[in-house]
């Protein structure tokens, strides 16, 4: 009688019948479930790699900040030694530039490495090394006559007094900063694969996950980019403050190795099962990275070729080259660029361009956080990704702003307009991971028989960031030059900050915004899906099978109605209408 009954309901009956059933199978996920949604095994995994991350990034900002300012500082003392026309930004955009270029290297690496590797023993072995150069610098500087700043320093000699750097060449920098940056590449790309193998292809799980990781991965940047600038430079000199970078990656790498292998489902396949066996029992750790380190240089042609078939191969994914290539060389620009031009020539320090970065770190915390807060709100990527082409208006303020010289508290009003900038950012690179790593897991598991040593999805992560790096690398040091010569010409910087800061960061906003447009269904201001196929829960996968297979079962058995019953009857007549 209750199937006679709804067999006979109306339309809208029977659709709201039907959502009433799949809202009751379909898992809900709250604010407050949120870090229930995760098993155990899962959530010990992401608390192991949290504190890791937090070690990393707090050892990463030291090192970065005060690399950027001991450069900078030290070209500056070069040109006024020499009594020559400074290229100050010239020299250190050439610095990040091959950086960037080593990081693309690094990048690509990560395929093959993660085939052959547990991913674990391949973020842990870049972690030691990138701490194990970053130490090869500071032993540069004592092997020279470099020390501790002396307490008093500036008071004594004067703040742009730097007698108590090494005698070396700045240049020797370069080469060393270009193989930190192979390491960071690869740990950089590594970061954005390993969520999906601590709780799969969930996209519920992978969005909380990642803005949790990113939520105290800004915790701890904004901690070491303040005690960067306030304690750390100032107390040890820029020369020695990130003396604590090597100490804190090799700890990092300690921990991440207790990352816990998560259990196999038993439908994977012999040949997956065995390729899972084969990485957990592989010992010699070493041995396998060097392994994978010679087939790189074929594997990152490959890759390349890989990535960018993916990526070019649908709607689906050619959006993500502005959204998340060219969004992140603007975010990437601001921190290492113009923070550092505004507070050396603006401001007349340097080493205050952290307290910009820490600005910038807390916005990117609060956007990593209403990303976790508000992800059944915002079902995809896309209003994150225009809010941040919005926020990149905010620059344009520098171009009219004349702020007091060597005056710290100035430093903050610049750190408190980044933080919205960089919220966009932020809350849009956090959904968009997560985006790319659930629509990759499936693209993962055609292509494995075709490219059975390179991950798609490790891949496409590889060629966007490798996009990435190559615009800065040429963009960077380009410039950089063109700073000094408007530096050199009028002995003030606002007409370079109008082009590379205004212009550059409007145009790069216009082009974000319309590739917004290219995914199927994206023209809602909030879209729920784009292009139709957004990867759902285990669960929810499930519960849509079993409501379709119930709904097929429904239809065959009215297909075949009794005859004689009101049902064959009205069938009766609709045919003979038609």
């Not at 060393?176 to 709780?199: H, N, Q, S, W």
């Not at 994914?317 to 050396?344: D, K, M």
């Not at 060597?406 to 985006?435: C, H, K, T």
């Not at 891949?459 to 410039?479: D, K, Q, R, T």
Request: net charge positive; glycine share 8%; charged share 20%.
């Amino acid at each position: 009688m209750v199937e006679l009954n709804k067999e006979n309901a109306s339309p809208t009956s029977s659709i709201i019948y039907e959502r009433q059933a799949e809202s009751r199978k379909k898992p809900r996920y709250s604010i407050r479930d949120s870090w229930r949604i995760f098993n155990r095994t899962e959530k010990r995994n992401i608390k192991i790699y949290v504190f890791g991350i937090m070690l990393y990034k707090f050892g990463i900002e030291a090192f970065n900040g005060s690399i950027i300012a001991l450069a900078t500082s030290r070209y500056d003392r070069e040109a006024s030694i020499a009594r020559s026309t400074a290229r100050t930004f010239e020299q250190v955009g050439l610095l990040t530039g091959l950086n960037q270029a080593c990081q693309c290297l690094g990048s690509m690496l990560v395929a093959p490495l993660i085939r052959k590797n547990p991913t674990k023993t391949v973020i842990s072995g870049a972690v030691v090394l990138f701490g194990l150069l970053t130490a090869i610098l500071l032993i540069v500087d004592a092997a020279t006559g470099g020390k501790l700043k002396p307490r008093g320093w500036d008071k004594s000699h004067g703040v742009d007094n730097f007698d108590y750097y090494g005698t070396y060449n700045t240049d020797v920098m370069i080469p060393i900063f270009c193989l930190t940056g192979l390491a960071y590449g690869m740990v950089e790309t590594i970061r954005r694969v390993i969520p999906k193998d601590i709780v799969g292809g969930d996209v519920q799980k992978l969005i909380r996950m990642d803005a949790i990781v990113h939520i105290f991965y800004e915790v701890s940047g904004t901690a070491g980019a303040l005690l960067t600038s306030l304690l750390l430079i100032p107390k040890l000199g820029n020369n020695m403050s990130f003396i604590v970078t090597p100490i804190l990656l090799s700890t990092a790498a300690a921990v991440w190795k207790f990352i816990a292998a998560p259990p196999r489902d038993e439908s994977i396949d012999g040949s997956e099962r065995g390729r899972f066996q084969s990485v957990q029992e592989n010992s010699s750790h070493f041995k396998s990275i060097v392994d994978g380190l010679t087939e790189g240089v074929v594997v990152f042609f490959k890759s390349v070729a890989l990535g960018l078939k993916i990526l070019f191969s649908s709607r689906r994914y050619v959006w993500l080259i502005p959204g998340y290539s060219i969004a992140l060389y603007s975010h990437r620009f601001l921190e290492n660029n113009i923070s550092t031009v505004v507070a050396q020539r603006y401001l007349g320090n340097a080493a205050w361009s952290q307290i910009i970065v820490a600005g910038s770190n807390f916005g990117e915390l609060l956007g990593a956080l209403f990303v976790f807060l508000f992800t059944n709100l915002v079902h995809t990527p896309l209003p994150w990704i225009r809010v941040d082409s919005i926020m990149l208006s905010v620059v344009w303020f520098l171009v009219s702003w004349y702020p007091s010289y060597r005056n710290m508290s100035q430093a903050w009003v610049i750190a408190g307009a980044f933080a919205p900038l960089s919220f966009g950012w932020a809350a849009g690179d956090v959904s968009l991971v997560a985006y790319i790593q659930s629509q990759l897991q499936a693209e993962e598991e055609r292509s494995g028989a075709s490219y059975d040593d390179i991950s798609p999805l490790s891949a496409v992560m590889s060629c966007l960031y490798s996009i990435y790096i190559v615009l800065y690398a040429i963009l960077s040091p380009l410039l950089g030059t063109y700073i000094d010569d408007v530096y050199t010409r009028k002995n003030d910087v606002h007409e370079a900050i109008k082009y590379i800061g205004g212009i550059q960061f409007s145009v790069i906003a216009g082009v974000i915004l319309a590739a917004t447009l290219v995914p199927r269904g994206s023209f809602s201001l909030n879209p729920k899906k784009l292009n139709g196929d957004i990867k759902v829960t285990d669960a929810e996968a499930r519960s849509t099978t079993q409501l379709t297979d119930s709904k097929a079962m429904e239809d065959d058995a009215a297909s075949t109605p009794v005859p004689g019953s009101p049902i064959s009857q009205n069938q009766e007549t609709r045919v003979r209408n038609q």
